[in-house]
């Protein structure tokens, strides 16, 4: 009962918020975080969006602010920093590379996107959300991930998936705030996770990539964190029934900053905690699960998540992540 209460807490909280208009951004809870500024007269629609998304890469490439239309107050942070335009990146972006994979939010007038580029000749993963106020740039934040390997499985994998540009016809669709709920059961059921709670919120046949490799329902390899082989031949919601996600202590600054009705998806940004107090796992299939040696110490990662969600249900994840200072805050929550 006190679970059924506090899921419909959430909903209510979420759909109050959404009434209200508040700011955005405007609290570190799980109903807090996402576009709220939904009644804007100047919306940017699709193709709005998708070319303030290309005219601030070509103005990266060109090391040129001054090719990207910003509001005279545009707050642009870089990896969590606030930042002037032209700034960090704006100074070593060299060249695209091929992946470029698009999140809209046309309500919120924000795009999302994950993509591939150089930085003096090395691959970078950058990621970015951009706010359009009267088609014009008023937020920037962007994350870049300098791993040249996961640089490498993108250009292997190629495109995205198929399945995100994927419209799901109107009789399937959940409404906004429930693609927000459901994206943070994925949130909640990790966060701790011992294997015991309810993650029907998957799809039966889910899976997710991290940098482009995919790590459910796999042959067995050596996954990240896990010297456990067999964990990548699971599923979504067996890996969460399985219990070997505790080492993630706390899941905060859950913001769900694109979400789209039409395609189903959610794009939501956060931070995974990892406090080291975690040292083993008992999991479910009765085997004992001892910590890595990088859990071992306290470890904040920052985490990007693409969700694509069919019938209510979580069908595919696409997720990145790079290495924070413990304790890390985003810049963008008050």
Not at 65 to 86: C, H, I, M, R, Y
Not at 88 to 112: C, N, V
Not at 206 to 212: G, S
Request: proline share 4%; hydrophobic share 35%; with cysteine.
């Amino acid at each position: 009962m006190r679970k059924i209460a506090g899921q419909k807490l959430f909903l209510a909280s979420v759909m109050l918020a959404l009434i209200a208009g508040a700011a955005a951004y405007s609290g570190g809870t799980a109903s807090a975080g996402y576009p709220q500024d939904l009644s804007s007269s100047d919306t940017c629609n699709r193709p709005c969006l998708e070319g303030l998304a290309n005219q601030y890469l070509a103005a990266l490439m060109a090391h040129d602010p001054s090719k990207l239309p910003v509001t005279d107050d545009v707050k642009f942070t870089e990896n969590a920093q606030a930042l002037k335009l032209g700034d960090g990146l704006w100074r070593t972006a060299s060249g695209m590379d091929s992946y470029k994979h698009f999140f809209e939010d046309p309500t919120a007038g924000q795009i999302g996107m994950f993509a591939t580029i150089k930085e003096n000749g090395m691959g970078d993963i950058l990621i970015v959300r951009i706010k359009a106020t009267k088609q014009r740039v008023s937020e920037l934040e962007t994350i870049v991930i300098r791993t040249p390997g996961g640089v490498t499985a993108y250009e292997k994998y190629g495109n995205p998936d198929p399945i995100w540009s994927e419209v799901e016809p109107p009789a399937e669709r959940v409404s906004r705030e429930k693609l927000i709920y459901t994206t943070n059961l994925y949130y909640s059921g990790m966060q701790n996770n011992d294997g015991k709670g309810d993650y029907s919120f998957f799809a039966h046949d889910c899976n997710r990539i991290e940098h482009a490799v995919q790590t459910t329902n796999m042959p067995k390899f050596n996954y990240g964190h896990s010297s456990n082989q067999s964990f990548v031949t699971l599923g979504c919601e067996a890996q969460y029934k399985l219990g070997m996600m505790g080492f993630v202590t706390n899941i905060r600054e859950r913001r769900y900053v694109i979400v789209d009705e039409e395609k189903q998806q959610v794009l939501a940004f956060s931070y995974f905690d990892h406090d080291s107090t975690v040292r083993q796992l008992a999991l479910t299939n009765g085997e004992t699960y001892y910590s890595p040696p990088f859990f071992l110490t306290p470890r904040t990662l920052a985490v990007s998540e693409a969700f694509k969600i069919k019938n209510g249900k979580i069908r595919f994840v696409e997720m990145t992540l790079t290495e924070t200072p413990w304790g890390s805050k985003s810049g963008w929550v008050n």
